[in-house]
């Protein structure tokens, strides 16, 4: 049984920066691929970045692109969202997930594994 646990979040000003963790427990592979996914309340929960540990490969939403660094860790299991230039609308929960496979996918629903969030509030 995989699980994920995020850290990392907090109450930030615009312009500001935060890097958010994900480690995961369990048994996992490098070539799954992991992924920062955010959801506001009454929304969709939106992709935000994905990894695949193996290689390095990378997906970012748009609206994150120059702005947000999906990296893996030293570690084995871990995984980091680096947010740099904060902006209001980067409020909400975030949430680490794990694909058991080995494309990446940017669906919420393709994911298998689910930490439990890490809120970001970022202040005006």
Same mark, same amino acid.
């Given at each position: 049984?995989? !699980?994920?646990? &995020?850290?990392?979040?907090?109450? *930030?000003? +615009?312009?500001?920066?935060?890097?958010? %963790?994900?480690?995961?427990?369990?048994?996992?592979?490098?070539?799954?691929?992991?992924?920062?996914?955010? !959801?506001?309340? &009454?929304?969709?929960?939106?992709? *935000?970045? +994905?990894?695949?540990?193996?290689?390095? %490969?990378?997906?970012?939403?748009?609206?994150?692109?120059?702005?947000?660094?999906?990296?893996?860790?030293?570690?084995?299991?871990?995984?980091?969202?680096?947010?740099?230039?904060?902006?209001?609308?980067?409020?909400?929960?975030?949430?680490?997930?794990?694909?058991?496979?080995?494309?990446?996918?940017?669906?919420?629903?393709?994911?298998?594994?689910?930490?439990?969030?890490?809120?970001?509030?970022?202040?005006?």
């Amino acid at each position: 049984q995989v !699980q994920l646990v &995020e850290s990392g979040g907090g109450v *930030v000003q +615009a312009g500001a920066s935060l890097r958010l %963790s994900c480690a995961a427990s369990g048994t996992t592979f490098t070539a799954w691929p992991m992924a920062w996914f955010r !959801q506001a309340p &009454e929304k969709a929960r939106e992709f *935000v970045a +994905a990894i695949r540990r193996s290689d390095g %490969s990378t997906v970012y939403e748009d609206s994150v692109k120059g702005r947000f660094t999906i990296s893996r860790g030293n570690a084995e299991n871990t995984m980091y969202l680096q947010m740099n230039i904060l902006k209001p609308e980067d409020t909400t929960e975030y949430y680490c997930a794990l694909l058991k496979d080995m494309q990446i996918e940017t669906q919420a629903a393709q994911y298998d594994c689910w930490g439990q969030g890490t809120q970001v509030t970022v202040a005006s």
